[in-house]
Nanobody, 116 residues
């Protein structure tokens, strides 16, 4: 399964972006999907995650109230809506799909840069 992350870009503080994660040639049914980010010189951190049904979500404290993760299983996509962006949100964002008894897949990453 090849994951494709898209939607990154260069924005200003306070702007919004929508990231999308899709699996080429198949759906993400049955997979828990997470968005991670890695800033230069820092460890990769999980930003948000959503279970296979979309009922359960979780967020790291620094993005709560600003980011929303959602999924459309019919379209096979998982999105991360990012509002009120801050310079500290600047990072490469990756999506990851995981499920028990199945391989884990990572997307290639999309750059998000927030200027002050």
């Amino acid at each position: 399964v090849q994951l494709q992350a898209s939607g990154g870009g260069l924005v200003q503080t306070g702007d919004s972006l929508r990231l999308s994660c899709a699996a080429a040639g198949r759906t993400l049914d049955g997979y828990r999907v997470g968005w991670f980010r890695q800033a230069p010189g820092k460890a990769r951190e999980r930003v948000a995650a959503i279970n296979w049904s979309g009922v359960n979500t979780l967020y790291t404290d620094s993005v709560k109230g600003r980011f929303t993760i959602s999924r459309d299983n019919a379209r096979g996509t998982v999105e991360l809506h990012m509002n009120s962006l801050k310079p500290e949100d600047t990072a490469i964002y990756f999506c990851k799909a995981s499920s028990p008894r199945r391989p884990t897949y990572w997307g290639q990453g999309t750059q998000v840069t927030v200027s002050s």
